[in-house]
């Protein structure tokens, strides 16, 4: 038999089982209530004769049984006297002795007849009821039989201490979707990869999966470090799930680096032709499956990808977040004086809808170890200050948990503008290496053995068609190596000079403009990254990167160093065979020409690459100062192509381009409207140097279609419109009040 103390549930759970089981056992339906403040009312039911049962449960075991007495006796007594039922039945998770409920019922007061159920009572009706102790999961794993059912389905001893470690944690665990997703790619394929950044919860839920189906019968077994360990333990008949985990050292991208993609891939497919007997759980980096595609293309052939599921903060309603906020804090131990910093002015909205909000955050802040030197007055300012800046979280990952290597390639990351392809970060990383600065690094070297352990902390890896980027997990990493070495010029301008890039310069501007770095120092950053392009001879350098570097440099052509990397600028611009995006090189073209350092006619190839290529509408002013550049210098091949781009351009961004309020600020006047809306056209015509016809104007007018949008624009004003969106946060907001409300 078992005995159930209940601590791994939180209140509002033990009010759900209190109510299904009670309900139950007296062969009744409770009506139950959504969490929050139940005026003394957990569950309701309405005898035949009209008369009202009410049932309150209280989960109170850490509290002295005479502290339960006296707040029966103060708040729970009055409730009764004003509501008047016709039976009032108490349950709590006490141990209760014969005195003890005399009591509790004394305390009550009432005028109806009383029942009182305790720890005991709970345990013996549970047996009676299997089918509510099954419903209830994060009990009926703790029963004596189905622990000793779990661990005897750990078929190793690593198996065996990690189920003990699942069983534990489990009752901190928030089922969301994600867990019912993950059973339904187990059941219909047999497989399923969990990807995720760090901290999200995607071995949490791997974990939770592994209890659902060991609870159910299935065997454990533990992949350390080849997956010959699942088929030597492949057992035909018997009910088995296979967990490749990346917290044992090993993952996804480092397996299919092992061992042959095709071996993980087979095993896939066995499990798939046995998914009765047969479960297969891993758990990745997010996108880390890509990586298995460039690494063996039979992952594409077998479209592997249809296991993936991606666990992300995005998937996550507040309400799920609430509830994992809610359950660290109840099982945390935290002390009272802590816990109410998240009842001050409802404080945990906050956190719950802080950008940084993340699991293990959660973990880190609800941990009374981690609490030792901050006193109760001084939590919320320290629970604040790790969400802004959790620099106390990434330290030690950083510092401790990377070698100079891996902390190179992070600080390349970061100061790329938390984003960068792969192929540049290897070019980057491998001209590091080459400098004398990194003559005294210690660590792995390799870049391929360097990035696959970063992609199990620090990094993520996403693919777009051809082409894989790595990028910070969470900006909270950013901003802690930004503030970190925002002050070491030394080791910016090392990293700087082997980024090379567009964003890598717009990030020292960042710096700039957050006061981060003096604008003399990123002058100086800004002359050093030049020399150090022409260092090398400007091979592979980016015309756009240079002109930026120059533009903060110094500008004025009859200075001749100015005008000498002005002609390096020219040059790298008009050598590159397509025109990339470019805001500044095409600025630097027209003052070249102005100048006499390039000729109009050297400039028209490159102009009309340009159009074919493309633009975005910050780039149009400066493609249309250069072709009006060439129409000064009688040179009108551009001239058509453009004005036929600018026309594409604003057809296409119609609907988005101008303000509705901008166009019917005479109000219903609609000849107004339409002669306002063509002077905006026109207007947008003019900032890119365009002379469009009359046609092209009409035709932009008619396809805006005035008399339309201008009904939706006035009609609007006569109702308050509430999206859908904003009335869900409304009711999320509710609800998380009434999770976290507690009795007065």
């Known amino acids: 038999m078992n005995d159930y103390d209940f601590s791994r549930l939180n209140d509002k759970e033990f009010e759900v089982l209190c109510t299904d089981l009670i309900g139950a056992s007296e062969g009744v339906r409770f009506e139950r209530f959504k969490p929050g403040r139940d005026q003394g009312v957990d569950g309701r039911y309405f005898s035949p004769d009209g008369g009202e049962w009410i049932l309150q449960a209280k989960h109170w075991a850490a509290t002295p049984f005479s502290k339960l007495v006296a707040h029966l006796r103060t708040s729970e007594a009055p409730k009764i006297a004003a509501l008047k039922p016709e039976r009032y039945i108490l349950v709590v998770s006490h141990p209760l002795s014969r005195l003890n409920k005399e009591e509790l019922v004394t305390a009550l007061g009432a005028c109806c007849p009383v029942s009182v159920y305790g720890r005991e ?42 189920m003990k470690q699942i069983i534990e944690k489990s009752k901190i665990y928030v089922q969301t979707s994600n867990f019912q997703l993950g059973v339904n790619k187990l059941n219909d394929l047999g497989s399923v990869i969990i990807t995720g950044q760090p901290g999200i919860g995607k071995t949490t839920l791997a974990e939770q999966l592994i209890l659902f ?20 333990a492949w057992e035909p008949e018997r009910p088995q799930l296979f967990y490749f985990d990346d917290f044992l050292g090993r993952n996804y991208l480092e397996a299919l680096s092992g061992y042959k993609g095709s071996q993980i891939v087979h095993f896939i497919r066995r499990v798939a032709h046995d998914r009765a007997h047969k479960k297969f759980v891993l758990t990745s980096r997010s996108t880390i499956l890509n990586q298995g595609r460039a690494l063996d293309d039979v992952f594409d052939h077998h479209k592997i990808d249809k296991n993936e599921m991606e666990v992300r903060v995005e998937s996550l309603s507040l309400l799920d977040k609430a509830r994992i906020l809610y359950n660290h804090i109840w099982h945390s131990g935290l002390d009272h004086e802590y816990t109410e910093s998240f009842y001050v002015k409802k404080r945990y909205h906050e956190i719950i809808r802080h950008t940084n909000f993340n699991p293990r955050i959660i973990q880190f802040i609800t941990d009374p170890q981690r609490l030792v030197d901050v006193p109760s007055e001084a939590y919320w300012g320290h629970i604040k200050d790790l969400l802004d800046n959790p620099a106390k979280i990434w330290e030690h990952p950083f510092d401790a948990q990377l070698d100079d290597f891996g902390r190179f390639l992070v600080l390349l990351v970061a100061f790329n503008g938390n984003r960068v392809e792969e192929k540049r970060l290897k070019a980057a990383y491998a001209s590091g290496l080459r400098m004398p600065e990194h003559s005294n690094f210690d660590g792995k070297r390799e870049f391929s053995v360097a990035i696959k352990f970063l992609s199990n902390s620090l990094l993520t890896r996403s693919v777009q068609g051809t082409r894989s980027f790595y990028k910070l997990f969470n900006p909270s990493l950013a901003d802690f190596l930004i503030h970190r070495y925002a002050g070491n010029f030394e080791a910016l301008e090392f990293v700087f000079k082997c980024l090379r890039s567009r964003t890598s310069a717009s990030m020292i501007l960042d710096l700039t403009k957050n006061k981060l770095i003096e604008r003399t120092a990123a002058r100086d950053m800004f002359f050093k990254l030049f020399e150090h392009e022409a260092e090398l001879n400007f091979k592979e350098s980016d015309s756009e990167y240079l002109a930026t570097l120059h533009m903060h440099i110094g500008t004025n052509p009859s200075n001749a160093a100015n005008a000498k990397r002005l002609q390096a600028v020219c040059d ?50 400066g493609l249309g100062d250069l072709v009006g550049t060439l129409e000064i210098h009688s040179i009108n091949e551009a001239t058509e192509p453009f004005t036929k781009l600018a026309h594409e351009f604003i057809s296409n961004s119609l609907d988005d381009m101008f303000d509705e309020g901008d166009i019917f600020t005479n109000g219903e006047d609609l000849s107004a409207a339409n002669r306002r809306l063509r002077d905006k056209i026109c207007d947008k015509f003019t900032s890119w140097q365009v002379d469009p016809t009359e046609a092209m104007v009409d035709e932009l007018v008619d396809a805006y279609d005035v008399p339309f949008r201008m009904k939706g624009y006035f009609a609007a004003e006569d109702f308050n419109f509430v999206s859908p969106r904003a009335e869900q946060n409304r009711l999320e907001a509710m609800d998380i009040d009434d999770l976290f409300a507690r009795e007065q």
């Open 213 to 232: 189906y060991a609870a159910s019968g299935y065997e454990l077994v533990c992949i350390s470090e080849h997956i010959q360990e699942a088929e030597q």
């Open 121 to 162: 009572d709970l345990n013996d009706l549970l047996p009676k009821h299997s089918v509510i102790e099954r419903r209830h999961f994060k009990l009926w794993i703790s029963s004596a039989t189905v622990l000793l059912g779990l661990l005897n389905n750990a078929i190793n001893g690593r198996s065996d201490a990690m």
């Open 572 to 621: 790298v611009a008009l050598s590159e065979p397509a025109p990339r995006a470019s805001l500044n090189g095409w600025k630097f073209l027209v003052t070249a020409i102005n100048n006499e350092i390039v000729s109009a006619e050297s400039v028209v190839e490159h102009v009309l690459q340009a159009i074919e290529y493309g633009v975005n509408e910050n780039e149009l002013p």
